[in-house]
């Protein structure tokens, strides 16, 4: 099983062998760790988002890392948020089921996830957090390390309350 950790920061800067981005569904840039990541990974970046066509809410697609230290980057596209019964849950744990998929398929050992869609999409917090823990301890099996990479203290909190 991977050992998992909590960590504080900014995730375009951890250095493992893949980063989780918060995409939206035309892959081509937005706001919060999305822009972050275009930003640090540099213009290549989007130029390999392009010929990906986009990707469906629920599922992830991967790219280079670029400039960035990881060596991928798997573009996740969760759920907004729109009361929790349109299928938001599942839709979530299927960015978190992908993601692990596109670690085993990419040979990635260590993958650092962003609290997927609990920014601009408005999921809230703890509800996402229990579903992206929930999906690693299930399949993670295959990793070595997995991080819960979360921009503020607060969020920290609730994967740290969530892993004891
Ligand atoms: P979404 O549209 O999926 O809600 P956001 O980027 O708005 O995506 O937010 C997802 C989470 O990522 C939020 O908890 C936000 O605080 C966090 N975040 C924003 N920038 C970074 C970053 N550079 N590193 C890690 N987490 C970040």
Redesign the pocket.
């Given at each position: 099983m991977a050992e998992i950790f909590v960590v504080e920061g900014?995730?375009?800067q951890r250095p493992v062998d893949a980063i989780v981005n918060?995409a939206n569904s035309s892959l081509l840039g937005g706001?919060?760790?999305?822009g972050?990541i275009h930003r640090a990974a540099g213009p290549e970046l989007l130029e390999a988002c392009r010929k990906l066509h986009g990707c469906p809410t629920g599922s992830a697609k991967a790219t280079p890392g670029f400039r960035l230290p990881a060596k991928w980057i798997f573009h996740a596209v969760?759920p907004v948020w729109h009361g929790g019964a349109s299928g938001e849950p599942e839709l979530l744990a299927g960015c978190y089921r992908v993601c692990l998929q596109l670690a085993q398929e990419f040979g990635a050992r260590s993958l650092a996830f962003?609290?997927?869609?609990?920014?601009?999409?408005g999921y809230p917090k703890e509800e996402a957090a229990s579903i992206a823990v929930r999906e690693v301890l299930a399949g993670g099996g295959s990793m070595e390390r997995v991080e819960f990479?979360c921009?503020?203290r607060a969020?920290a909190e609730i994967y740290r309350k969530l892993l004891k």
């Open positions: 900014d995730i375009t918060a706001g919060g760790v999305d972050a969760g962003p609290a997927i869609s609990t920014g601009i999409y990479v921009f503020d969020t």
